[in-house]
């Protein structure tokens, strides 16, 4: 709801007010909501705006950095004009939030250089969301430079903030770091032409209230937050100003990316709005809200050593466990037998095929599966008929030896003609096979960025343009096909991709102990319906440890469940698990996929609990993180849960129950039944205890 007092504009959720004055351009509230009434005079304006540039006596990190055709940077924006929209104005050619969604629009203008800047806030009722975005808009005679143009810029009283970003890097993506940064500047960035591995958008500021900013992007971020002197904290985040630099010329504009902002008292709470919000507003199409299929897939299996007879009978395999899905990875096209070849050449190995994709994918359908398909369509291998015939398609500066990264270049998106390329290719694959399922797989980072006639500055914003185009294309001819996005595991993990693909898979690193901090720190901003986990081999291929079965699956059903190994080389045992795992899985899907979900941490133990919408039932799976001798028990706390109702309680493939009220499950330490570590290790299936808790309501 937006209401109007004056030029001061209140903007409310259910649970969140936020209080801007438009003339002055000031934020007097952001919090939880208020009741209606107030003036706002008693509020100290404290001078915490919600865009600045630079042309006062404010030297505060600037949101927007404007050079003008004389050289100068100097801006006066003067409040000119305010409009509410009762639906939301699309961004032109960016992805962004949808659905409900009034939003104010501020106009300012800056009257010696008649540039105008716009601001806009789109209020998402059901979630508490804020999406904010920016817009400049060139109307004099000649062009000038946006240097800087962030999504949006928020100003707090104090600097006392805890900032928790999500680090790591390839196989280690998005562990929570937490620090207080007292005075001085603490930016949070991409440089790599994607949102990646080591940094991603979404922050939190912590104080009395928690604060989250997330992007609407997939390329380089900035997250800026400035403690200044005077004792106040900003926070600037959009598309990074490095190697950034846009002429827009005279009568144009230029639309920064969506930022989404989400006050909440404290983390739990923000997930499960965030949460709500991804689901209902960023994922779209088929398979918003609906159940995600059990795949297989073969590259841990067979990685690039397979023929049609390998993966039918994987696939005869899968099918017999339960699977729903069989999704053939890289090496399936071209000469690609090692990943120095054929990337662009996505004509079928009619050999490792067996005459053809078309063909492998009816033997998989005839398994009663549903038959998916990896690419990797943004990237060139010099070995490539694509590359020999266009080398120009490659992005590469002339004269210069590229920089080869897991031996591949990436293509030059930027380019109109390889837009059209990409799409063409993609299609084909996806109407010749007959795919269900697309992996669309990302292994580079941006290095060698040059295009002909495109400004250096320009290049990393106008490929992910050429990006979307792109998705929206080849989305559009393709509106059934469930599309999972992934760079080298969880390199592109954004609000960007996800209005794209409903699902990303979020690490290559399988290992379940590992994937608890991973699954645990992506799931701070991102719901669990978007994160690809699968149940891989012992030991595990990227650690070398080992984990027993029981455990892969329960971290795995924090995710979208699938299996990376080879069905044939399973004993009949692990079969039998694994065929009563899918069953379970797929009983509970709902509940699993999109419960809610909420992190579960207790003195030496981390899972998760995901509780129906209506608290009728929940799962929760917890592991114990160390084993010493002589331990203490390894204790929870659940949540989520109804207080007032009571809960019958059951380890997963365990008879005994026990039951207690909501209540006492969420205040108590409850003591975990625990596999015995040292028995486990003696059966060689590895050191990771972990169990499931079912959850039944007997008594509301
Ligand atoms: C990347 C992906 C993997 C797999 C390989 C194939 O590393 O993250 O899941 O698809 O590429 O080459």
Redesign the pocket.
Known sequence: MIKKNGTVYRLNTPNTTLVLQADTAQILYYGARLPAGDSFAAVAPLGRRFFSAPGTDDYTEYSVLLEYADGSFASRFAFTRAKVYAEKPELPDLPASYGEGKTLELRYTDAAEKVSLYILCTVFEDSDVIAVSARVANNSRKPLRVRRLMSAQFDFAGTGYEIVTFNGTWGRERHKTERRIGRGIFVNDAKRGASSHERNPFLLLKGAETYGFNLVYSGNHKEIVECNEAGRTRVLAGINDFMFDWTLPAGESFCAPEAVVCCAPDEDALSARMHAFVAEHIVRGKWKRRERPVLFNN?EGTYFNFDAEKIEAMAREAAALGAELFVL??GWFGHRND?TSSLGDWADNEEKTGGGLAALAERVRAQGLAFGV?MEPEMISEDSDLYRAHPNFAMKIPGREPFRWRNQLMLNLADERVQNFVVRAVSDVISRSGAAYV?W?Y?RGMTDCWGKGIAGGEYFHRYMLGLYRVLRRVQKRFPAVLFEG?A??GGRFDLGMLCFFPQI?TS?DTDARERIAIQAGTSYAYPQSTMGAHVSACPNHQTGNGNPLSARFNVACGGVLGYELDPCALSAAEKGEIAEQIAFYKENRKLLQFGQQYRLEGENAAGYITVAKDRSAAVAAVNALSFSPAEPPVTVRLKGLDPAAVYEVCVRGKETAFTATGALLMSAEIALPLPDAVQAMRENSGSLRSVMLLLKRVRA
Do not use: L, Q
């Open positions: 590259w990875d890289d990943d990896w992996k797989d292994n992934c080298s595991g898979w290559d």
